[in-house]
């Protein structure tokens, strides 16, 4: 069993930041690819960003990148989320998420182990 707890989410004005954690606890491994998902109301999730285990390797959703940087410390089991030049549409429950054999990451069915989620709100 892998638990993943989520921090930092908060209400942000258009154009702020937020940086996002996650913390792994568990039977952790570090060569797990860790991924980003949000969803909003009414909505399917929706990758944000991975990083795998090296960190070497990042990928981003275009609506993302540029803007949100994703990073990990694989000596403290955490995965953060650099959010800068927030939009409205931004405004989710932000999850983070182990993907065991690093395929489909853009997938959230190649995802075993999800967190509970913090919910970030961006305002006008």
């Known amino acids: 069993q892998v638990q993943l707890v989520e921090s930092g989410g908060g209400l942000v004005q258009a154009g702020g930041s937020l940086r996002l954690s996650c913390a792994a606890s568990g039977r952790t491994n570090s060569w797990y690819t860790m991924g980003w998902f949000r969803q909003a109301p009414g909505k399917e999730r929706e990758f944000i960003a991975a990083?795998?285990?090296?960190?070497?390797?990042?990928y981003y959703a275009d609506s993302v990148k540029g803007r949100f940087t994703i990073s990990r410390d694989n000596a403290k089991n955490t995965i953060d989320l650099q959010m800068n030049s927030l939009k409205l549409e931004d405004t989710a429950v932000y999850y983070c998420a182990t993907n065991p054999y690093g395929l489909g990451y853009s997938t959230p069915n190649r995802y075993d182990y999800w967190g509970q989620g913090t919910q970030v709100t961006v305002s006008s």
């Open positions: 990083i795998t285990w090296s960190g070497g390797t990042t």
